[in-house]
């Protein structure tokens, strides 16, 4: 049996003459995944996630997360294992890490569309498609390689799940909220506590306005638990026993530390989220707010009867939504409200609201703007711009990224390197080298770390050497600046440096010459044994060499 809004026309057509065929939403996710495949990796992020994934492949561990070969406990594994596992399959390609989350906001919008379409009919389900699917929010935040849209996929199909069992009109569902308590499970995988706090918060604050207690316990409270705790438990179980201080670092410091410390990176004032919201879900969020003022005033009229409002069916039918519609709004509250306490924050903390957001939208448009003539041609036109925007969204930050990757000096590294040969990196940290090079060795990190461990901020300085402290033996990637000395006279050692580094005097450490300079790092190799080496390794100069180098690693494959 369906459970459907009354206030929300349950088969609103969309027009036809719009041009959007009843399949042609189905086309969203299709562009989802080729965008995937254009972009560089985007710093820092999508280098250093997809590297912990691509290392866990290739090193075999699949326990413990690692950057440059050191413990890298700031998240859970979920994404670093299904990373390994699209690498296993389908290369180590950025389009591969980026597959991962494309098809958790894949999972997204098709949860949020079959249960839109149990609660409020076909035509607002397809109205909600469209809004989500051509958003930056699924476009651009869909195919970004981190933890964001992971977690906020899991929580808001745990909500989904949750609101199906509980509205459930022969009462609770219990195989759709064991589909929650898994859900849930899955979030804490992917991103932490967070992953069940915030679903469980929300349904709580539903709840209590809803006033469904006896919902609750009827709850298959005992295996929805079990569930729970088999699925997301053993890691971490496992990791502690490895690691002994592992939980302490993850959820004291990057968990509970980061929501109250004031000390970490990305400070934002207070309002910060409205902003991310308008950015993610332009231009459909107005439509939203649109909602929720008609639900203000008419709550408001219904209240002081007496305030001089005029009356109107749709005023009337938003002075009692229906649960499912009250549970967005909370949804929405709750969750941007958590979020916007800490001192640091972040636009893809905001993505686990959109999907209720364009659901709203959609019942608002469905109520006012599907009925008119032009209703539909200015969807189409609007489709159009988040289209528009999204396309150009994704090219800016591609031209973005090149200004600052090493793709172009890890093309001539990755096949020029031979075994014994020892990679060395001054003054930053090129995430995405790794990646692209395929290095089956850790990068030595030339940098005086006393001083650093004093006075590095919340960098990636600090993740490594914190990272190094579980594990005395990674620990050995990090070196100091004096390490230059002895590389300049070693056979097979290659050094890169950001353009114009200060740290790598060519006048006193001579013994290096220049292979490549890109158009942010220079990548050098030491002169010593270079004549005895030659008859091995190819010889790449410049951009003429970079070319033959990229056309040797083709004919390796």
Same mark, same amino acid.
């Given at each position: 049996?369906?459970?459907?809004?009354?206030?929300?026309?349950? &088969?609103?057509?969309?027009?036809?003459?719009?041009?959007?065929?009843?399949?042609?939403?189905?086309? /969203?996710?299709?562009?989802?995944?080729?965008?995937?495949?254009?972009?560089?990796?985007?710093?820092?992020?999508?280098?250093?996630?997809?590297?912990?994934?691509?290392?866990?492949?290739?090193?075999?561990?699949?326990?413990?997360?690692?950057?440059?070969?050191?413990?890298?406990?700031?998240?859970?594994?979920?994404?670093?294992?299904?990373?390994?596992?699209?690498?296993?399959?389908?290369?180590?390609?950025?389009?591969?890490?980026?597959?991962?989350?494309?098809?958790?906001?894949? *999972?997204?919008?098709?949860?949020?569309?079959?249960?839109?379409?149990?609660?409020?009919?076909? %035509?607002?389900?397809?109205?909600?498609?469209?809004?989500?699917?051509?958003?930056?929010?699924?476009?651009?935040?869909?195919?970004?390689? &981190?933890?964001?849209?992971?977690?906020? !996929?899991?929580?808001?199909? %745990?909500?989904?799940?949750?609101?199906?069992?509980? *509205?459930?009109?022969?009462?609770?569902?219990?195989?759709?909220?064991?589909?929650?308590?898994?859900?849930? $499970?899955?979030?804490?995988?992917?991103?932490?506590?967070?992953?069940?706090?915030?679903?469980?918060?929300?349904?709580?604050?539903?709840?209590? +306005?809803? +006033?469904?207690?006896?919902?609750?316990?009827?709850? =298959?409270?005992?295996?929805?638990? /079990?569930?729970?705790?088999?699925?997301?438990?053993?890691?971490?179980?496992?990791?502690?026993?490895?690691?002994?201080?592992?939980?302490?670092?993850?959820?004291?410091?990057?968990?509970?530390?980061?929501?109250?410390?004031? @000390?970490? &990176?990305?400070?934002?004032? +207070?309002?910060?989220?409205?902003?991310?919201?308008?950015?993610?879900?332009?231009?459909?969020?107005?439509?939203?707010? $649109?909602?929720?003022?008609?639900?203000?005033?008419?709550?408001?009229?219904?209240?002081?009867?007496?305030?001089?409002?005029?009356?109107?069916?749709?005023?009337?039918?938003?002075?009692?939504?229906?649960?499912?519609?009250?549970?967005?709004?909370?949804?929405?509250?709750?969750?941007?409200?958590?979020?916007?306490?800490?001192?640091?924050?972040?636009?893809?903390?905001?993505?686990?609201?959109?999907?209720?957001?364009?659901?709203?939208?959609?019942?608002?448009?469905?109520?006012?703007?599907?009925?008119?003539?032009?209703?539909?041609?200015?969807?189409?036109?609007?489709?159009?711009?988040?289209?528009?925007?999204?396309? !150009?969204?994704?090219?800016?930050?591609?031209?973005? @990224?090149?200004?600052h990757s090493s793709a172009d000096v890890a093309a001539v590294l990755g096949c020029e390197i031979v075994a014994g040969d020892v990679v060395a990196v001054l003054d930053e940290y090129p995430y995405d080298l =790794?990646?692209?090079?395929?290095?089956?060795?850790?990068?030595?990190?030339?940098?005086?770390?006393?001083?650093?461990?004093?006075?590095?901020?919340?960098?990636?300085?600090?993740?490594?050497?914190?990272?190094?402290?579980?594990?005395?033996?990674?620990?050995?990637?990090?070196?100091?600046?004096?390490?230059?000395? !002895?590389?300049?006279?070693?056979?097979?050692?290659?050094?890169?440096?950001? &353009?114009?580094? $200060?740290?790598?005097?060519?006048?006193?450490?001579?013994?290096?010459?220049?292979?490549?300079?890109?158009?942010? +790092?220079?990548?050098?190799?030491?002169?010593?044994?270079?004549?005895?080496?030659?008859?091995?390794?190819?010889?790449? !100069?410049?951009?003429?060499?970079?070319?033959?180098?990229?056309?040797?690693?083709?004919?390796?494959?």
């Open positions: 049996m369906t459970s459907v809004d009354s206030s929300v026309p349950p &088969n609103a057509p969309v027009p036809v003459h719009t041009g959007m065929r009843r399949w042609a939403w189905l086309l /969203l996710p299709a562009l989802l995944l080729v965008l995937a495949a254009w972009r560089p990796l985007a710093l820092p992020d999508e280098g250093r996630y997809a590297e912990v994934g691509r290392w866990m492949l290739a090193s075999g561990d699949w326990l413990t997360p690692r950057l440059d070969g050191v413990p890298f406990f700031h998240k859970p594994p979920l994404l670093y294992w299904l990373e390994a596992v699209a690498m296993q399959l389908l290369g180590v390609t950025p389009w591969a890490a980026r597959l991962v989350v494309a098809l958790h906001a894949c *999972l997204m919008w098709g949860v949020m569309c079959a249960c839109v379409r149990h609660f409020a009919g076909a %035509a607002t389900a397809r109205r909600a498609a469209w809004m989500l699917g051509s958003s930056l929010a699924f476009l651009v935040g869909g195919q970004y390689v &981190n933890h964001d849209m992971v977690v906020a !996929t899991w929580m808001s199909v %745990a909500i989904w799940c949750f609101a199906r069992a509980m *509205l459930h009109p022969g009462g609770v569902h219990a195989h759709w909220a064991r589909a929650g308590f898994v859900a849930c $499970a899955l979030g804490v995988l992917s991103k932490g506590l967070i992953g069940l706090l915030l679903p469980g918060f929300v349904l709580t604050l539903w709840v209590l +306005w809803t +006033w469904q207690w006896r919902k609750v316990w009827a709850l =298959p409270w005992v295996s929805g638990v /079990l569930l729970l705790v088999a699925v997301a438990l053993p890691w971490f179980v496992l990791a502690a026993r490895e690691h002994p201080d592992m939980l302490a670092y993850m959820f004291g410091k990057h968990q509970f530390g980061r929501y109250t410390a004031t @000390t970490f &990176n990305n400070a934002r004032p +207070w309002w910060f989220y409205g902003v991310a919201v308008v950015v993610l879900l332009f231009p459909w969020v107005f439509f939203a707010l $649109a909602d929720g003022w008609q639900r203000v005033r008419a709550a408001v009229q219904q209240r002081w009867p007496s305030q001089p409002m005029a009356a109107s069916p749709a005023a009337s039918d938003a002075s009692v939504p229906s649960p499912w519609v009250t549970l967005c709004w909370i949804w929405v509250l709750a969750i941007l409200g958590f979020f916007s306490i800490p001192n640091s924050k972040l636009i893809g903390y905001a993505l686990p609201v959109i999907p209720s957001l364009a659901v709203l939208a959609a019942v608002w448009w469905q109520q006012h703007l599907a009925p008119r003539a032009w209703g539909g041609r200015l969807f189409a036109g609007l489709v159009g711009l988040a289209l528009v925007l999204a396309l !150009t969204a994704n090219i800016v930050a591609g031209r973005y @990224t090149l200004r =790794p990646f692209y090079a395929q290095l089956q060795q850790p990068i030595e990190v030339l940098q005086d770390w006393d001083t650093e461990r004093r006075t590095a901020g919340d960098n990636w300085r600090r993740e490594l050497f914190e990272g190094a402290d579980f594990d005395a033996q990674a620990a050995r990637a990090l070196q100091p600046l004096s390490r230059l000395d !002895t590389l300049q006279q070693q056979a097979g050692a290659w050094v890169l440096a950001p &353009n114009g580094s $200060a740290s790598l005097n060519l006048q006193r450490h001579s013994g290096f010459e220049r292979v490549l300079g890109g158009q942010a +790092w220079s990548l050098y190799r030491s002169t010593a044994g270079a004549s005895a080496a030659a008859s091995e390794r190819p010889q790449a !100069t410049e951009h003429k060499g970079l070319g033959r180098c990229q056309h040797q690693r083709q004919e390796q494959r």
